[in-house]
């Protein structure tokens, strides 16, 4: 049911800033960035073998990485893991006790749909699931 690690999130403070790093300097492949309403962040993807690294830098102040932010700094925000079936992914964390940090699958980057499960349930680690839309 989760079948990859789709990416790791990294909050930064501008992505403007944070782009030659991983392009130039790491040499990543760089995919592109766009605005994800629904999150309040604007992110950066490159691809790194079969995985992505997701830049996310906050739209508005009281978007969830602003917070992050403001309380830790630039760093290692959430492990993306990609399913093929969200509902079914949703539907196993929630009755394993595991609290979904929304009602229903979200929009996200690339047309995906997403779900959040609350780090204080996953050992620390905010965890997103994600599906490929159809
Ligand atoms: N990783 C680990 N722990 C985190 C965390 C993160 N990314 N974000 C918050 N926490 C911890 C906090 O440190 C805090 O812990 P303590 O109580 O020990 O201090 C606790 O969770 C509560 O955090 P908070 O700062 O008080 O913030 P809120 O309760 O208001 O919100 C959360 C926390 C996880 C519910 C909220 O950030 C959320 O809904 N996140 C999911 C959505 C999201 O992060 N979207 C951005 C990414 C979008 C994308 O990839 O497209």
Redesign the pocket.
């Known amino acids: 049911m989760l079948n990859k690690i789709d990416h790791i999130?990294i909050?930064v403070r501008s992505i403007d800033a944070s782009l030659p790093l991983y392009r130039d300097v790491l040499g990543l492949e760089f995919l592109g960035d766009e605005v994800?309403e629904?999150?309040r962040?604007r992110?950066a993807f490159f691809k790194i073998g079969e995985s992505m690294i997701?830049l996310?830098e906050p739209t508005s102040d009281d978007?969830?990485?602003a917070?992050?932010l403001e309380?830790?700094g630039e760093g290692i925000?959430?492990l993306?893991v990609g399913t093929d079936d969200i509902v079914a992914a949703r539907a196993r964390a929630s009755s394993g006790g595991l609290r979904l940090?929304s009602d229903t699958p979200l929009d996200?980057?690339h047309g995906k749909l997403?779900s959040?499960v609350?780090?204080?349930d996953t050992q620390?680690?905010?965890l997103?699931f994600t599906q490929r839309g159809h």
């Open positions: 999130g909050a994800v629904s999150q962040v992110v997701e996310l978007s969830p990485v917070k992050f309380k830790n925000h959430h993306a940090l996200g980057a997403i959040f609350h780090p204080k620390g680690v905010l997103e």
